[in-house]
């Protein structure tokens, strides 16, 4: 008996030993059918697992690399961004007044709000990643929303 695995061709062949003390009737000829249709669900099902399986293994490597490349990309920006930072320092300890020191404080909250953005995309691809510790304490919820 021919084997469908998928709706376009024969996947494989069942073939089936047959009791020479009984006679081939229709009846005999449905059992073979349904053996035949019970292998085909069965190998069908089996290799619809294999394929879920390969998929979440695929999404999962996918995940991961997603989880390195923001990671990646994180460090790429916080080095630089860290060195700008600290030479931004040493200038806005010099007096500068004017249009110019306003200049210099315009980007510095600039750099600053900058580098909390890479940083929380730090954390975030370590979260992702399985790697942020977690710790929880104990917060007045009303003193903390009342400076808000």
Do not use: C, W
């Not at 494989?12 to 073979?32: A, C, H």
């Not at 995940?63 to 460090?75: E, G």
């Not at 953005?117 to 304490?137: G, I, T, Y």
Request: proline letters at 1%; charged letters at 30%.
């Amino acid at each position: 008996v021919g084997l469908r695995f998928d709706k376009e061709s024969i996947g494989g062949f069942l073939i089936v030993g047959l009791s020479p003390r009984r006679f081939i009737d229709e009846e005999y000829k449905r059992f073979v059918e349904v053996v035949a249709g019970r292998l085909e669900n069965s190998v069908r099902d089996t290799l619809a697992y294999v394929q879920q399986k390969e998929q979440v293994e695929n999404l999962a490597s996918l995940n991961m690399a997603k989880a390195v490349f923001f990671q990646n990309v994180s460090h790429e920006f916080r080095t630089p961004l860290t060195l700008m930072m600290g030479n931004l320092e040493e200038i806005s300890r010099e007096s500068l007044g004017g249009v110019q020191g306003q200049r210099m404080k315009l980007v510095q909250r600039n750099t600053d709000r900058l580098g909390k953005l890479v940083n929380a995309l730090l954390d975030f691809s370590k979260l992702e990643a399985d790697r942020l510790s977690q710790s929880f304490a104990e917060v007045e919820i009303d003193s903390f929303t009342e400076e808000l």
